[in-house]
């Protein structure tokens, strides 16, 4: 299998950013005048795009911008590609032509851009990460879909979305989450540090419960989180109870990698345990420890 990302021309192209794929979308700045739409398009022939990593819409968020629809009209075009005659899919500015929609709008304006379907899911799930539109969830699963579909490496992919490969690492470690805990997570009743906290403790639905149950902050969450890890298969001793020191190394070391920490630190030593569960990431974190400084 080639991977997607050796096509310098692909990695060019989206190193771009996305004004050199569709335009520059927000207002320019020497000009401060809206970006001018090809066409404006009757609403009932756009679809959305099935693919958009963005599932979730907020119901007061689209009735506030559909009053502000009303009241001043669709400054930023919505970006579709034509799927068929007279149809076509958005890929991007889905809330916009919701929001179009609740606020009783004819048509929007948009841009039309000829585009296959790998670049569509490209520019969707870029630009919903740009503009921080996506749940953690969602981001992780546009990751995912992007590394999965078009083999894309975490470095690469953390190139072109601006963000760092332990970001991607750690987005991409929700999904090993239950699924009641990913519906926590997607609904808002969990943040991303609540989440990661649980993935390698035995029972992450029980603790995920307690920890909505009790409105515990992440630094709480994360001292239960490792009291069950430490407790798995000890039935018979209590836990030993680290510092926050210690708990906060750990957290720090397990962002940088992207991999589950423990520190285990004793009066006359310790150890440090580096969980993986994918030969790609033992062979990333063995590059990573035979690196030297130039």
């Known amino acids: ?43 009932e022939f756009i679809t959305r795009n099935p693919r958009n990593p963005r599932r979730h819409f907020e119901e007061a968020d689209l009735r506030d911008l559909a009053a502000s629809v009303r009241q001043h009209g669709i400054v930023q075009p919505v ?13 991007a500015g889905e809330r916009r032509w919701r929001a179009a929609q609740l606020a009783g709008l004819a048509d929007v304006p948009a841009l039309i851009r000829d585009v296959d379907d790998r670049t569509a899911l490209e ?8 503009r ?21 490496t975490q470095n690469d992919l953390g190139d072109i979305i601006g963000k760092s490969r332990s970001h991607v690492a750690n987005s991409l470690r929700l999904l090993k989450l239950p699924e009641g805990v990913q519906t926590m997570l997607a609904e808002g009743a969990l943040s991303a540090g609540h989440a990661r ?14 920890i909505v149950e009790r409105g515990l902050s992440v630094r709480d969450a994360e001292k239960l ?14 836990p030993r109870q680290k510092d ?17 920490v423990v520190i285990d630190h004793k009066s006359n ?6 969980s993986y569960k994918t030969l790609d990431q033992l062979d990333d974190l063995c590059r990573r420890l035979d690196r030297t400084p130039n």
């Open 123 to 130: 520019i969707a799930i870029v630009e919903n990460v740009q």
């Open 79 to 91: 970006v579709v590609r034509t799927i068929g005659t007279q149809r076509y899919e958005i890929i």
């Open 197 to 210: 906290a649980l993935i390698s403790t035995p029972d992450p639905a029980s603790l995920a419960r307690t």
């Open 1 to 43: 299998m080639v991977n997607a990302m050796s096509d310098d021309s692909s990695k060019r192209r989206l190193g771009r950013g996305l004004a050199a794929l569709i335009g520059d979308i927000e207002k320019p700045a020497e000009t401060d005048a809206p970006v001018t739409a090809d066409r404006r398009i009757p609403i």
């Open 225 to 238: 989180a490792q009291k069950a890890i430490e407790g798995g298969g000890q039935s018979n001793r209590a």
């Open 244 to 260: 926050a020191d210690t708990l906060a190394l750990e957290q720090t070391l397990s962002d940088r990698l992207g991999l589950s």
């Open 269 to 274: 030593g310790g150890q440090i345990r580096i």
């Open 132 to 152: 921080a539109d996506l749940n953690p969830l969602e981001e992780a699963n546009g990751y995912e879909l992007l590394i999965a579909e078009h083999g894309y």
